[in-house]
């Protein structure tokens, strides 16, 4: 008896969740896209991969092992739920400047895009800026990491010159590390000596 | 001046923090809105700097609008209380742990590069579930 009003209260329970419960509601990327996915994995599911929910505007409730989705289309979207996707910052901006092999030099030309930087960092409200220096594969992969470290330290210099603010300006060196151009080792790339710029 | 000495003390306390805590940075707030810190509260100004354990909390009207280290945004709804448990972020390797917990109201998120750099490295807890994050922009509601 005892343990059928357990059960009776544990349905009631899920029942009540399974009305005002927690939910999730899956958009589509910023660029339209639908790739993105999340994945249910609570320990006590015996799903080590999880349970996948996956696909752009669908909504599913947080509860049980077994989500079930429902899609929602483009415009099954609550006034509240439009307002906060409405409220997120805006995304990063990216720029990138390029150097002379082997050096902490700016190539021609590279300092071109300093003022859509600066309006870029102006416009935005509480704005940093992160600058991520990269080699070439050219020479041995501790010495472009530091050859990268210096490159970004350059340009955060370059940058506090030009009265950016020193706190919110972050050098990070990452050597040969995600090549914008694939090559082979020991070759040169303009296109891989750079910094790049986020500005969030 | 017991408010210019808690002014003092909240500026000393952002010049004492050492770059590499800095988690993130509020972009936006609004309504009733703060920062819960190690149980003190702490004003969400636009710039303001997070650490991890940092929770976010809002009331009636109130929001918080958050970019963290590794590109992820935030936006926190009306009546909300969103915890920051983790966020460990290597700027090197651009891989890291970041764990968020829902305990009521709305959060919209666009996941960064800690959710790209392993299968589930970004969580995101709610009273009922445990997410996944892999890769995406969505809303998380727990109702009171």
Not at chain 1, 5 to 21: D, E, F, N, T, Y
Not at chain 1, 110 to 136: N, P, V, W
Not at chain 1, 150 to 172: C, G, H, M, Y
Not at chain 2, 50 to 56: A, F, H, S
Request: aromatic share 6%; glycine share 12%.
């Amino acid at each position: 008896m005892t343990r059928l009003r357990w059960a009776g209260a544990a349905l009631s329970a899920g029942l009540l969740a399974g009305c005002a419960g927690p939910s999730l509601l899956l958009l589509d990327n910023e660029d339209g896209s639908s790739e993105g996915a999340l994945a249910v994995i609570d320990e006590g599911c015996g799903n080590p991969d999880g349970a996948t929910i996956a696909g752009a505007f669908s909504r599913t409730k947080l509860t049980g092992c077994a989500p079930r989705q429902r899609n929602v289309g483009a415009d099954g979207l609550k006034p509240e739920e439009r307002s906060l996707i409405g409220s997120l910052p805006p995304p990063p901006a990216r720029f990138i400047m390029y150097f002379v092999p082997n050096t902490t030099d700016l190539a021609p030309g590279s300092e071109g895009m300093i003022d859509a930087l600066d309006r870029h960092f102006k416009a935005r409200a509480g704005a940093e800026i992160e600058i991520i220096g990269y080699t070439d594969t050219v020479g041995k992969a501790d010495y472009n990491l530091n050859l990268s470290q210096q490159r970004a330290d350059e340009i955060r210099s370059k940058l506090i010159a030009l009265d950016f603010p020193a706190d919110v300006i972050t050098a990070t060196g990452r050597g040969e590390a995600e090549l914008r151009f694939e090559t082979p080792d020991e070759t040169e790339n303009g296109g891989n000596r750079r910094v790049e710029i986020i500005v969030r | 001046m017991k408010c210019a000495l808690l002014v003092t003390f909240s500026l000393l306390a952002l010049t004492a923090q050492p770059a590499w805590a800095d988690i993130g940075r509020v972009k936006k707030s609004g309504g009733i809105a703060a920062i819960e810190r190690k149980g003190v509260r702490v004003n969400p100004a636009v710039g303001t700097s997070l650490l991890p354990g940092d929770v976010l909390v809002t009331g009636k009207g109130g929001q918080i609008a958050v970019t963290f280290a590794d590109n992820t945004r935030f936006a926190v709804g009306p009546n909300s209380r969103i915890a920051v448990d983790r966020f460990d972020f290597d700027r090197t390797t651009r891989s890291g742990a970041f764990e968020t917990r829902v305990e009521r109201g709305s959060l919209g998120v666009v996941s960064g590069q800690i959710a790209k750099s392993r299968r589930d490295a970004m969580k995101v807890r709610t009273p009922t579930s445990l997410l996944g994050v892999r890769g995406t922009r969505f809303i998380v509601t727990v109702p009171e």
